[in-house]
DNA sequence: TAACCATGAATTGTCGACAATCTTAAAGAA
DNA sequence: TTCTTTAAGATTGTCGACAATTCATGGTTA
């Protein structure tokens, strides 16, 4: 089954809730990044048998959150520098692709609807100012929305199941809030006008450029972290 | 574990045969595109447990051939011209994104390798003319080459381990063979030039365009076939 | 007739146990 | 000492059975 990883999709199975769990907490942190899985020891954790637990493994496998060697065991994903770069060069490449389909198919009212959903993150984000939750939020919020409007189903699910649980955790641990806020508001709306324009070619690449600056960013913080 | 799509990988467990056995079958239609998987049915023929075709069927999900209900079952996944647009459209970013890397990353000793394969398979074509296994072959590899020239792994195992299980599954069952063999081997030349000189941008736009020929190419004849 | 509801059959999800493999640590040889 | 070998322990892979859910069939009612 499809698991979506921003709206809240029905969980039926108990495989389901274990994988649901499992990935926000190696998101988190909670389960350390680098560390060797116990499936013994976490199917205990989790009240399930080894049979559900290693059914929600191999999901995690699917969206890079672990690696699996046979006859050795599951380890969760190492955050190293190497691998963030080529994950928002991925990253680019497809968010630009999905920018330049929203600009071709989005409808006006949709269009209008993004706007105001930035404005309303502008608000939110100057009444709490400081708390970067909202910021966080607000941004996949927007991402996603310019995901879903490429009507690209297959890009859709490779970047909202495949990618973004592995990018949220490099911010999430990296712990981005930050200064790039405003800054980032006034690239968002950049790119919208792009879309409302229909242009496609102009609209994919300030996606572009606003990755590679997020980039840029997460990556100073890396680095700073790795040196401590 | 990392099944790579091309290159013979070890297998080392029960679950890693089936998985390869499937997705052979899946791919070149012995199991039916669109039909129901059942499976007590499967483990039964495969000669295994329940437990371990599920986990093949795990695998296979992760590389798109078959979709996943919950409570409901398995299906092959079904090939739609809806599907096949929004397949290529992937794969042109990220090769696109891969062929642009490879043009920064290539050194001139593998460039040379690289025009040397092409050479060895215009020659292959020539001898066996209309006999298209060679042709396939020989594109898929070039492709690989470079996928793998890039560097990014990441990127690599979206390619070979994703997406070109589901491309090789239209262009197989559509009995791609065809008359653009010439005028692919004249594309791929170009873009060996373009990586030969370090010009990314050019190497980029040029394998676009070639993925974009080569969907038109089995678009045309998807429908053809839809309408017969 | 058509729509709706039981009931049973079949399928998927989950479990605990066994087999195969890897890891660790101790014992022995160079 | 250091390297190799071997045996015990632990971990993963696989199996068959049971529970929960869905699907198909037939019967009932409007």
Known sequence: MTQDAFSKTQITTASDQVFVDMRREIVEGSIEQG??????ELAKRYGVSRATLREALNRLESCYLIERKANVGCRVVALTAERLIEVYQVRSALE???????????AADE?????????????????????SYYQEAGDLDFHYRIIKASKNDHLIHLLSNGLYQLIRM????????????????DEHL???????????ELAELLMKRHISASQANIQAKFERYQSM
Chains 1, 2 share one sequence.
Do not use: W
């Not at 630009?96 to 989005?106: E, F, K, P, T, V």
């Not at 911010?171 to 508001?185: E, H, L, N």
């Not at 950049?190 to 496609?200: P, R, V």
């Open 96 to 106: 630009g692709l999905a920018c330049r389909l929203a600009a071709d198919n989005m």
């Open 111 to 131: 269009v209008q609807s993004l706007k105001q959903l930035l404005n309303q993150h502008l608000q939110t984000q100057r009444v709490k100012e400081g708390e």
């Open 35 to 40: 560390s060797k899985i116990s499936e013994p």
């Open 190 to 200: 950049a790119i919208i006008n792009a879309i409302e324009n229909h242009d496609g």
């Open 170 to 185: 490099y911010r999430v641990q990296m712990g981005m809030v930050g200064p790039r806020v405003s800054k980032a508001f």
